[in-house]
């Protein structure tokens, strides 16, 4: 390998390295560039042949071998996506000490636990308790939250995997992004969003949208670096990292990759947290207002035990009041309100409301990556519940995406199927002009696989009439990569049709191929049956097939080899053309998109597609039966909707049509934004699917975007919240399903700790008021809020979806997360267990035989009723997280389902073992004794009898607890989430969690819709 010395200096005008290890950032800093400092370093080392010395590679030919690619992977570094540090366990445990309630209830365990060592006889032991307890929480939440982060970073992982073409030993070669190197020559093509910079070297009318990188809305036109030197107005050689291909096909140097290029220059210094999910703001109204009934009722015990305490102080005879109150007692006694008051509040605040929905969406996400979806928003997971519309992209989602001719107007006449044989035994001139046309104007690369059969890479309309011609004896590789190739005006929506100058048979000649209507409008002439030219009719034109269609054409131009071919205008290329072919292309439905389609209407789903293949996946009838705004034609439809300012203009003629239309024919880009717009203004929830980078606007204005993973172009799946890696429509049902199942997920939750927050609060003040003390302990609470937070969010939001989700209509916008089914379980459920520990706490020691010896060891508490009380409390809790698995009033068994779910048991097991080691073991630590076999008995009992209770409730009709609606449902306004009183008490445990996986990605919401860019 050479060596090029490139000398270090200070300024920014001079390329910064040594040796080998030379720094090209400078050239893409965007003040060289506009000033054109960057042109002038480039020149300094000799232009395309002075750096591709540097790299030691041909540019024609592309990096030499793998040795090769090794070492200027080793030398300038790998192409992989900076990835944010994940945090250390230490770290997230010093955060969860962040949570305010939970270091007061520290502060005050450290100084009950001196009183009680100052005091002896063992007066330490509840103090170090609650200490070990919160540690004991702080730890689970914190590894809870350490195995989430580096789940979702793995997935983000998958986010940045892409392909490229690239020039490797003289081939064109399919290779992961992350494969690229410096020196590598990259193919691109409209669509395209580079992920390394580079130096452009050829291609045809190449516009980079540079507006994510630069904030200019301007296209800026690619030149090679010797027009460029030439002519440096509104042109430039270089492409950055991050900008998108608008227009054209080319070819580029790779100058830097990985952590060196534009883009993650400038994800270092933009790092940002993600935002809360819909769902989650929407829950903080129902956090908001459990909190602030905690903290009225924490207050409301506190101050009813402290005043209890005074009387008591006040009726005692031998001492005076304050003799009693300046004793280390008493200070001892109100310490142990205190933390009872905080510790109800937090078991109160719903901690475990974000971190539910957190593990909810790493399950699911998790989940749906196996199942073909690959979330990219976070957010996109819940709102797929609420999904009623999808307006579906044809091709590759619908289709099995392998294209294939299948009929061909050429020689004039008609070949079907099994006749495109007959097309060989056809005059030799007419197939070379024929295979001419289709292979030098194309930039597809399809390669013929082990079996024989054609790998679909590029374009597959191209790649279908290569493999045609490939069938007719002329093979790709004689034709392209070639010099003979003048000039190529690439395909755009505007002209509908590409266009090549080729040097052929000692001709020039200009082929185009495109939308066989402007292919048509531009020819005069057509070769007939005798193989010779012919004016071009009416009647010849209404044989042609009504498929998927391309036509062909040429013409022969007059012109010398020397000529300047980017001279000639456009208009004189395009007129008077003689026909070639129309070629019929087809794409067969996927087997299993009819029945997919049909369990969306079942869902209450309503699918909305384009006509070529309505009837084939079921969703048109026949014509006789179809409304007149049942299928329209995109032109139809936008004269007699538009849209302004990104609003519908007339939305009750709008809403006229979409109550009946299903397909829209020859839909534009704008057909589709609209048709999105004026969804979402009637207050629908839309998924759009779409695989072009005319797609783009619809899919980032719909509530979900889903991108092809196989044919989407970049722009594509930049614009989606999902990317679907089979393009199979069957995919968008799993995460319909799975988007349905969150909202079920976290309802279940909320049903389970609602119970609980309203009979611990209710016994808490009861207990304090006739009692004079809390039947639970500070301890036995904290024990209390793990089971409701942290296990019961991993039990409950991990629970799998059911196939019986899709038979009913989706979640309403609107529709409030706490539903009347849910307040009729909570109240069943509430007053059971009331009633159940208020006969314990109040019943005569002899019903269940407690004995009153034990209690002097414990300053005179009940001790062996309290333990009764604490144990059918927590089993009765076990066994209403089984009840509340079941949300329907179809299911009254609840025990369905038995096995779905390994995680829900096993958390269940390890809460029932530790309870009973905790009664057995527990002792002065926990307050608690040992209690009788039949003491036990009745605990489970008592326990069992509350799911039977649920099975009874669950029959009482719904419609009897419609008026009930106690929450702020609403949800909180973003910017005032911090102000809540539950964020002010608690620190949500899952606000780190979700930052890193969105960190890399733009809010979609956010994002300006840069509409302009696709217009066209």
Known sequence: MSRVNLIEKNSDSELVGQGEEADFKNLFKLDNIRDGVSLGLVQQLGGEQGLAKIFQVDLKRGVQDEEQVSTLRNRYGANLPIVKELTPLWKLIVECLGDTMLQILIVAAIVSTVLGIIEGEGGWYEGLTIFLAIFLIIGITAGNNYAKERQFAKLQSKLDEGHVQVKRGGNITTISNKDIVVGDVLLFQLGDIFNVDGLYLSGSEVKIDESAMTGESDEMLKAPLDVCLKDQKGKSPFLMSGTKVNEGTGVMLVLQVGEKTVQNEMKRLGESDSTPTPLQVKLEGVAETIGKVGVIVAILTFVILLVRLFIEYAQNDEQTFWEQFWHLDCLQKILKFFMIGVTIIVVAVPEGLPLAVTITLAFSVNKMKDEQNLVKTLASCEIMGGVNNICSDKTGTLTMNTMQVNSIFCYGSNYKDYQLLQIKNLEKDYLDLLAASNLYNSSAYPKRGINGKFEQIGNKTECALIEFCDMLGYQLSSYRPSDNILRVIPLNSKRKMMISLVHHNNKIYLFTKGAPEMVLKKCSKFINSNGEEAKLTSQDTNNIQA???????????????????????????????????????????????????????????????????????????????????????GSQFRQLTGVEVQEVKDLLKFQEIVVHLKVLARATPEDKFILATGLKQLDNVIAVTGDGTNDAPALRKADVGFAMGITGTDVCKDAADIIL?????????????????????????????????????????????????????????????????????????????????????????????????????????????????????????????????????????????????????????????????????????????????????????????VQYLLILFGDKFAVVCELTVWQHIFCWIFALGGMIVAIFVRTLPSRWFNGINIFAEEGIEEENLDETIASKLRRKSSIRIGSVYDENHENKRSVQKRLSVFKE
């Open 725 to 913: 890696l089979d393009d199979n429509f069957s995919s968008i049902i799993t995460a319909c399903k799975w988007g349905r199942n969150i909202y079920n997920c976290i309802r279940k939750f909320i049903q389970f700790q609602l119970t609980v927050n309203v009979v611990a609060l209710f016994m808490s003040v009861l207990g304090a008021a006739v009692t004079k003390e809390a039947p639970l302990t500070s301890i036995q609470m904290l024990w209390v809020n793990l089971i409701m937070d942290t296990f019961a969010s991993l039990a409950l939001a991990t629970e799998p979806p059911s196939d019986r989700l899709l038979n009913r209509k989706p979640y309403g916008k609107r529709e409030s997360i706490v539903n009347s089914i849910m307040y009729r379980t909570v109240i069943g459920a509430s007053i059971y267990q009331i009633a159940i520990l208020c006969l314990i706490l109040f019943i005569p020691d002899r019903i269940f035989d407690f004995d009153d010896s034990l209690d002097k060891e414990y300053e005179d508490r009940p001790i062996q009723r309290l333990t009764m009380f604490f144990q059918t409390f927590v089993l009765m809790q076990i066994c209403n997280s089984i009840s509340c698995r079941k949300l329907d009033e179809v299911s009254l068994n609840p025990f369905s389902g038995l096995f779905n779910n390994s995680l829900f048991w096993l958390i269940n097991l390890i809460e029932v073992a």
């Open 547 to 633: 498929l998927r269609t391309l036509g062909n054409a040429y013409k022969i131009l007059n012109y010398h080899l020397e000529y300047d071919f980017d001279s000639i205008p456009e208009e004189y290329l395009l007129t008077d053309l003689t026909l070639i072919n129309i070629a019929g292309i087809k794409d067969p439905v996927r087997p299993d998109v009819p029945s997919a389609i049909q369990q969306c209407y079942r869902s209450g789903i309503i699918v909305r597609m384009a006509k070529a293949i309505a009837r084939d996946c079921k969703i048109l009838g026949p014509d006789s039966d179809l409304h007149e705004y049942e299928a329209m034609e």
